[in-house]
């Protein structure tokens, strides 16, 4: 079992939208802090968005107001919403897990990462 698995990455035209999963296997992720990091060829992971276990969003600049993230532990999954895509969104997207529940925009935080999902937006 892979603890975390992402899904929900492809190809969209600029302006497009794409809805990322992250599922837990394995473990709920109820306790957790879920984040979402991108990294895109020749440049440093950069923390996008993450939920508190409480349910409270944080985003980075680059991404607010057009990404959206949210939690149902009931199906033990983290969304990113992802609206008016650019091309500079083009990234492998990761999840990861804080275990501790606080989150934050820095990889460092984190305890559990998933594999990843391509998302590309070119025309």
């Known amino acids: 079992q892979v603890p975390l698995v992402e899904s929900g990455g492809g190809l969209v035209q600029p302006g497009g939208s794409l809805r990322l999963s992250c599922a837990a296997s394995?473990?709920?992720?109820?306790?957790?802090?879920i984040g979402w990091f991108r990294q895109a060829p020749g440049k440093e992971r950069e923390g996008v968005s993450y939920?508190?276990?409480?349910?409270?969003?944080y985003y980075a600049d680059s991404v607010k107001g057009r990404f959206t993230i949210s939690r149902d532990n009931a199906k033990n999954t983290v969304y990113l919403q992802m609206n008016r895509l650019k091309p500079e969104d083009t990234a492998i997207y990761s999840c990861a897990a804080d275990f501790w529940g606080r989150g934050g925009l820095a990889p460092y935080q984190y305890d559990q990462w998933g594999q990843g999902t391509q998302v590309t937006i070119s025309s």
């Open positions: 939920i508190s276990s409480e349910g409270s969003g």
């Open positions: 394995g473990w709920t992720l109820d306790d957790s802090a």
